[in-house]
């Protein structure tokens, strides 16, 4: 038995990188898990149905865009039509964009403030209630070490995730005497696409080749010098998730290898 049996968990962004580890340790505790995010449909059955067999729980997908607010009451509606309740709400879907302000382009703003913010009071708007109704419910953010500091070229993704974090805090003092914690996690660089995906813009932001963006830039701000790994983020997560977090409320949990203590 592990100790989510019984429970659901919905995971944003669940088809790579740090969502895909957090639903599987979600599931690995015995969750079911309704998985979201985009990529090759054969890929995403081959994950969901992993999924099942490897923790025997129910998995199922929603292949929502998170921009759009009627899709993520959609995919809400399928969750709550296939389990009933969600226990575990994690905001995890997030993307990227490096441009100086005078060239950052409107449409990659709204992009970024629409996924990477305002999809996290969509989902959380629709889920809070029966969470408080159940007395037990677990807000889970991914948010960034960039909730808290800064770095040039990325003012939407900076601006989004100082919004997490306040959004984490007003729902930690929302859900507080109903038995529903909201926390953020705050992880520096960890190796997904999303990062991989940045290298090439921010050689150009920066005139730099792809080994100087990765250890003068990514890896400089990280005293270890060394990556995160999404399963690092995923033990937290998990942790987070569990009865012995039920006094962890509002907190925004770094996992930066030093990077914010500077
Ligand atoms: P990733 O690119 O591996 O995963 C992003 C996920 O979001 C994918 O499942 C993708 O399909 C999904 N997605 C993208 N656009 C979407 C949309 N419009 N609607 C629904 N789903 C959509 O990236 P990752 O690194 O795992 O990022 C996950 C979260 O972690 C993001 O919020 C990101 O900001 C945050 N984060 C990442 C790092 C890092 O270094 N990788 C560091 C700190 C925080």
């Not at 050689?203 to 792809?210: E, G, L, V």
Request: hydrophobic residues 45%; aromatic residues 6%; charged residues 20%.
């Amino acid at each position: 038995m592990g100790f989510l049996n019984g429970k659901t968990a919905l995971v944003t962004g669940s088809t790579s990188g740090i969502g895909e580890a957090c639903a599987k340790a979600y599931a690995s505790e015995g969750a079911n898990i309704v998985l979201n995010g985009f990529g090759d449909a054969a890929e995403i059955e081959k994950l969901r149905a992993g999924i099942e067999s490897d923790h025997g729980v129910k998995a199922v997908y929603s292949d929502a865009d998170l921009t759009n607010p009627e899709k993520i009451g959609e995919m809400v509606t399928l969750a709550l039509d296939t389990f009933g309740a969600v226990d575990i709400l994690h905001n995890n879907a997030g993307v990227q964009h490096v441009d100086p302000i005078e060239e950052f382009p409107v449409d990659k703003w709204d992009l970024i403030i629409g996924l990477n913010l305002s999809s996290s009071f969509h989902t959380t708007r629709l889920l809070m209630k029966q969470m408080k109704e159940r007395k037990w419910g677990r807000l889970i953010f991914t948010a960034s070490a960039h909730a808290l500091v800064a770095s040039p070229y990325k003012a939407a993704y900076v601006a989004a995730k100082h919004g997490i974090a306040g959004l984490t805090k007003v729902l930690a003092l929302e859900g507080a005497e109903h038995g529903v914690t909201a926390n953020a996690i705050c992880p520096g660089y960890v190796w997904t696409p999303l990062v991989e995906h940045q290298i090439p813009d921010t050689m150009k932001a920066r005139n730099m080749t792809r080994e100087e963006v990765i250890n003068d830039v990514i890896l400089d701000a990280q005293p270890t010098k060394k990556f995160v790994t999404v399963e690092q983020v995923a033990a937290i997560a998990l942790f987070l998730a569990s009865d012995k977090a039920e006094n962890v409320n509002g907190s925004l949990q770094v996992v930066d290898g030093g990077w914010t203590a500077q």
